[in-house]
Nanobody
Framework: VQMVESGGGLVQPGGSLRLSCAVSGSIVSIYTWGWYRQAPGKQRELVASITKGGMTNYARSVKGRSTISRDNAKNTVDLQMNSLNSEDTAVYYC?????????WGQGTQVTVSS
């Protein structure tokens, strides 16, 4: 499985962004798609996930202002984040879990700053 992330960058506080992850390879074996993030000096943490059946899970810090979604036709998983603040600054990673194991994207930097 290969993943390519896009959509990161510099965003002002209070702004929004949409991250996208294009997945290719053995997609049929994937049962969970997710976004993680890692801020400097901190451990990597789950931001949001979505199962093959469409069940979603969000970190408490982003719940209510973020939406994870999948596009089966395009084989993408997107993360829409609103009301961004400095604590959202991190490298964001796409992750998929399949019957063969887990796979990570290369990461995309999101910086929230004025």
């Amino acid at each position: 499985v290969q993943m390519v992330e896009s959509g990161g960058g510099l965003v002002q506080p209070g702004g929004s962004l949409r991250l996208s992850c294009a997945v290719s390879g053995s997609i049929v074996s994937i049962y969970t798609w997710g976004w993680y993030r890692q801020a400097p000096g901190k451990q990597r943490e789950l931001v949001a996930s979505i199962t093959k059946g469409g069940m979603t899970n969000y970190a408490r810090s982003v719940k209510g202002r973020s939406t994870i979604s999948r596009d089966n036709a395009k084989n993408t998983v997107d993360l829409q984040m609103n009301s961004l603040n400095s604590e959202d600054t991190a490298v964001y990673y796409c992750h998929v879990q399949s019957t063969a194991g887990g796979n990570w994207g290369q990461g995309t930097q999101v910086t929230v700053s004025s």
